[in-house]
Nanobody
């Protein structure tokens, strides 16, 4: 059974930083693309960033490029989202997702950025 468990969400002031983590189990983590998505209140879920199996290729939404970084540790089955220069518009529930489609989703961790 595939499980993705996010952690690290919380309240942060604008301009601050936060690191989210996602621990995966039940899949061959080292061979799968991992993604971060987010859903703000009243809005549709949107892509934030992704990282390929080796960590050598990353992609980001324009809205977070230069501020957010996705990394992974295949030895620990963990993918992280490092968020810097946070803005109130980054407030959302952040989801970890596995696969190119993606196929599997975590339950999310909320991030609130106060102005």
């Amino acid at each position: 059974q595939v499980q993705l468990v996010e952690s690290g969400g919380g309240l942060v002031q604008a301009g601050g930083s936060r690191r989210l983590s996602c621990v995966a189990s039940g899949l061959t983590f080292s061979r799968i693309t991992m993604n971060w998505f987010r859903q703000a209140p009243g809005k549709e879920r949107e892509f934030v960033g992704s990282i390929n199996w080796s960590g050598g290729i990353t992609n980001y939404a324009d809205s977070v490029k230069g501020r957010f970084t996705v990394s992974r540790d295949n030895a620990k089955n963990t993918v992280s989202l490092h968020m810097n220069s946070l803005r109130p518009e980054d407030t959302a529930v952040y989801y970890c997702a596995a696969g190119l489609s993606p196929n599997y989703w975590g339950k999310g961790t909320p991030v609130t950025v106060s102005s």
